[in-house]
């Protein structure tokens, strides 16, 4: 699959590792092309210039929340450059060391960014766990729980989702970012206070509860969390 990333930062490098590991055809591209080529030798992926980057099967917008309409703008989204396209959000709207919102009530960047591209299968996914996540060849699974409103876009983005070694969880539609965005507000405010996130999340049974993170739906459970039927690699 051809990968285009918008930022050329920690996230960034991180999962262009860990899709170049898994055969992907991945381009970076953000503010300085300097700063694209030393993320391009880090990873393995390639440097490109910012409107070249979203000629691409999926894009991945991963900056600072600040420069999103920077970035989106200078990539020709508004001029629909990605409609069409899955358009993966990790970013996080979050006061560091607070876990607060920066968005308003009931916004989630995420909506932010639909705006912002129009036309864009725009998929919430990774924002709750620290890049290092991806670097690894074998991580730990974990489940990337993840929303949108697009089925071909959810399905890509639980594919990309597989290949770093993670395993998909589908919310829901968009209107479930918020929640994925307080979610990471709330790991993050705990980090930053010396807490231990998971020591403050009960170990709830899950039904068909398995050592190993599954998809609500392969597990054979009622609930509003779907798997993502996704194709291996491509
Ligand atoms: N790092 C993580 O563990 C992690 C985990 C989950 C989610 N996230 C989210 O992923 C996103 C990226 O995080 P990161 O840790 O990779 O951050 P980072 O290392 O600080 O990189 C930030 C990126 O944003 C770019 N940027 C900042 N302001 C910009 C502007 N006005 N216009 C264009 N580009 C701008 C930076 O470009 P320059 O280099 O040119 O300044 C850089 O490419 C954030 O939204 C964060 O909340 C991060």
Known sequence: MRIGILGTGTLATALATGWTRA??????????FERAEVAAKASGARAR???EVVDADAVLLSVHWEGIADILTAAGAVAR???????????????????VLRT???RAIAHLVA??????????AFNLFPATT?????PSPVTVAMCGNDQGALEITGSLVRDVGGVPAVLGGLDRARQLEEAAGFVISLAFAGVDPQSAIPAVPSS???ETPQPAARRGGRSAVGAVE???ST
Request: without cysteine; hydrophobic residues 40%.
């Open 23 to 32: 055969g992907h055809d991945v381009s970076i591209a953000g503010r300085s």
């Open 208 to 210: 068909g509860a398995d």
């Open 81 to 99: 450059s990605l409609a069409g396209k899955p358009l993966i959000d990790p970013t996080n709207a979050v006061e560091h060391g607070i876990g």
């Open 134 to 138: 991806w670097m690894t060849s074998a």
């Open 104 to 106: 308003e009530r009931g």
């Open 49 to 51: 210039w910012l409107p």
């Open 230 to 232: 996704v194709p291996q």
């Open 115 to 124: 705006d912002l591209a129009p036309g864009a299968h725009v998929t919430k």
